[in-house]
Nanobody, 119 residues
């Protein structure tokens, strides 16, 4: 089992920045894929970014490419999502997720953290 706990959400003005954190525990993450998703009210869950914990490179959704950056602290098993140039359209609950790299779908999820962007 992998446990994921997000933090760092809050209220920010349009154009501002936030950094979300996801602390992982329960497994060695080397062969896991870590991801960030979000879900706004009335909308489906949206993929944002993903990378293999033990590898290089990150895949981003077009909607956040150039504004959001995913990184990790391997010592403390923390995954970050740095979000810049936020707009009201970025308001949502943000989720951290994980899956074994051979699995098709993410099957470990955090509880989510709320991001609100004021115009």
């Amino acid at each position: 089992q992998v446990q994921l706990v997000e933090s760092g959400g809050g209220l920010v003005q349009a154009g501002g920045s936030l950094r979300l954190s996801c602390t992982a525990s329960g497994r060695t993450l080397t062969n896991y894929v870590m991801g960030w998703f979000r879900q706004a009210p009335g909308k489906e869950r949206e993929f944002l970014a993903a990378s293999v914990w033990g590898g290089d490179g990150t895949r981003y959704a077009d909607s956040v490419k150039g504004r959001f950056t995913m990184s990790r602290n391997k010592v403390n098993s923390i995954v970050y999502l740095q979000m810049n140039s936020l707009t009201p359209e970025d308001a949502a609950i943000y989720y951290c997720a994980a899956k074994w790299r051979g699995e098709p779908n993410f099957n470990y999820w955090g509880q989510g953290t709320q991001v609100t962007v004021s115009s």
